[in-house]
């Protein structure tokens, strides 16, 4: 008796070309690593130059709030494939290898980009790191932050940020490599084995997002605390990759590849469940102010006293109005999200907010009196976003497009929304 | 004997899901718009075979919705900051954020309401009678047949050619139901 095996591609989908013809879009590959490359070392040289402290962390919050943007949507994506597989999902599956890609840039890329965060740790989240602050003989000693030392101290903060990776890397390696393995054997054995491991993998995947957003967000300022916390970055960070997600099909469709796989219906969906976390981010971020606002305690209302000031004021209301009310209504219609341009155009203006959400969280910490945009707020995020998207191209020309042996392709296919 | 007036419509029956789906391409292919299908699952894509436009039943929910939220926002208005001003924990007697989450919850039940009761109107239900019970093999329809009506009310709708037309495409126990 011969072992079941998933049908090939040509049987399932004759004709479709699956792979990225030789020598094509490496050009604008390259051309991305290039630019990114570029705007990273004018975004991280500057941090090392001039007498003037300020200046010089403020390039280094530029440089986090960057970073933090663009790990989000990895780490979307990383979510995106492990629930795809929990669920069994067919309806993704045309899509699922983009989403694999992506979160292939955990380890090494986004784990390199970590180092210039991790070199300027003492800068950044000084507030806590101060030697002094919990010596109770010191002058500044701080009876909240001297609490907290059992988990805010530096080795702890140190094996967690290595621990965090080891983890998403190992995530991100096996999906992607167990996907791989069936394009070669197309063992349906492997999908229901995937399954089964994404159980635990979203297990960690929550508990090490959530923390990590404690650690390099919210440790910034020491004596805030929010549980609601890392739920908000988790969902910025879904909303990011279903945007990353839909332009890069879209982007490949137009250089000729999986026109009509990845099709309307796709499109469909994908814009769901952008609508969806839009709505899930609203929703986590209000009952996080809500519950600050009503309770009324000085040590939480702090936090948005501090984002009250000046044009932060400005910033609450663009994010209550562009990351929820406009793309509320926007985003409602089918016809929006079934209409490649508007979807495309929704895509865009949700990364742009999600940036604003990351600058909302980060950068009050620095700019004290109001939202100032720095030249390196542009060339941190045209950087390290940049290198995640020419790296996850890189991953995308050198694989399969889609999982050409998965199970549930024909299905994937085949698939309408009713 | 009948007269015309009392004739509901030409009902044909099917073996299949691919079967019902071909006939009513056809069917609406041949110019007939009143045309529908009675079948034991629903079967992906017929509306679009029997060329059903997408439902209205989505106005009437954002209708819902809106209603919601305006009644949320002028009760607690109205009751917190008009008929009976009172302070609590130094808020203003109407502090939007406070009021946000009924305001959602309203929004919620009125457009799932409507949702439900806008579809049972829409359906014309409940109902307990419908011309088509008096097909001979109707009981079939929740086990292993498919069943595909024209209705008298269609311009195109003639009592003899109509039901000949659903045999040529295939159509048994083609019979002519009376209201």
Redesign the interface.
């Known amino acids: 008796m011969t072992a079941l095996t998933a049908p090939t591609v040509d049987q399932v989908a004759p004709g479709v070309v699956t792979r990225v013809r030789p020598g094509e879009l490496v050009g604008t590959q390259k051309g991305i690593l290039g630019v990114s490359a570029v705007a990273l070392v004018a975004s991280i040289v500057p941090a090392f130059l001039g007498e003037d402290d300020h200046a010089r962390h403020r390039v280094m919050f530029s440089y986090l709030t960057a970073y933090m943007f663009a790990l989000s949507v990895a780490l979307g994506a990383l979510f995106f494939v492990m629930i795809q597989h929990i669920t069994r999902a067919g309806w993704s599956v045309v899509v699922r290898r983009i989403a694999e890609n992506m979160a292939g840039t955990l380890f090494p890329w986004m784990a390199i980009l970590f180092a210039p965060v991790a070199l300027w740790y003492h800068d950044l989240w000084h507030h806590w790191i101060d030697a002094q602050i919990t010596d109770p003989t010191a002058a500044d000693y701080d009876s909240v932050i001297a609490g907290k030392s059992g988990y805010l101290n530096v080795p702890f903060f140190f094996v967690r940020a290595v621990l965090y990776f080891v983890i998403w890397a190992g995530l991100a390696r096996y999906f992607r490599g167990a996907s791989l393995a069936q394009d070669q054997d197309g063992d349906p054995q492997r999908s229901l084995k995937m399954a089964r491991m994404a159980a635990p993998g979203l297990l960690l995947f929550g508990l090490t997002t959530t923390f990590a957003a404690f650690d390099w967000i919210m440790s910034l300022d020491p004596h805030w605390f929010s549980t609601m916390f890392g739920v908000i970055y988790f969902a910025g960070g879904v909303l990011g990759v279903m945007a990353t997600m839909g332009l890069t099909a879209l982007y490949l469709a137009k250089k000729g590849y999986l026109g009509d796989v990845i099709n309307t219906e796709h499109y469909h969906d994908i814009g769901k469940l952008m609508f969806a976390f839009m709505v899930f981010w609203a929703y986590t971020s ?1 009952s996080q ?2 519950l600050i ?2 309770a ?1 305690l000085p040590e939480e209302t702090i936090w948005f006293a501090h984002r009250s000031e000046g044009t932060w004021n400005a910033m609450f209301v663009t994010l209550c109005v562009g990351h929820f009310l406009v793309p509320f209504g926007f985003l409602m219609s089918r016809h929006i999200k079934r209409n490649t341009k508007t979807l495309a155009f929704a895509a865009v203006f949700m990364l742009v907010m999600h940036w604003c959400d990351m600058a909302y969280q980060i950068l009050p910490n620095i700019d004290h009196h109001g939202f100032h945009l720095t030249w390196t707020d542009i060339t941190a995020v045209v950087g390290v976003f940049g290198l995640f998207v020419a790296m996850s191209l890189k991953n995308i020309i050198a694989t399969p497009l889609i999982p050409e042996r998965d199970p549930r392709l024909a299905e994937s296919l085949h698939f ?1 929304n ?1 | 004997m009948s007269s015309e007036a009392n004739v509901w419509g030409v009902v044909a029956e099917f073996d299949s899901p691919a079967a019902i789906y071909a006939a009513a391409e056809a069917t609406t292919d041949a110019g007939y718009v009143q045309v529908d299908s009675h079948t034991p699952f629903p079967i992906h894509g017929i509306e679009k075979a029997l060329r059903h436009g997408p439902s209205h039943l989505g106005w009437f929910v954002i209708g819902g919705g809106i209603t919601g939220i305006t009644a949320a926002q002028l009760m607690m208005w109205w009751m917190n900051a008009v008929d009976y001003p009172i302070y609590v924990s130094g808020k203003l007697p109407y502090a939007w954020p406070a009021t946000i989450p009924i305001t959602f919850e309203l929004m919620v039940l009125l457009s799932a309401l409507t949702a439900v009761f806008g579809m049972f109107a829409l359906n014309k239900l409940p109902r307990h009678y419908h011309p088509i019970f008096k097909h001979s093999s109707i009981h079939r329809v929740t086990d292993d047949r498919f069943f595909l009506s024209v209705e008298a009310t269609d311009p195109k709708f003639d009592r003899s050619a109509t039901a000949k037309f659903l045999e040529s495409i295939g159509g048994k126990n083609v019979e002519l139901l009376e209201d």
């Open positions: 209000f102010f809500m606002w009503y009324n309408h009713v």
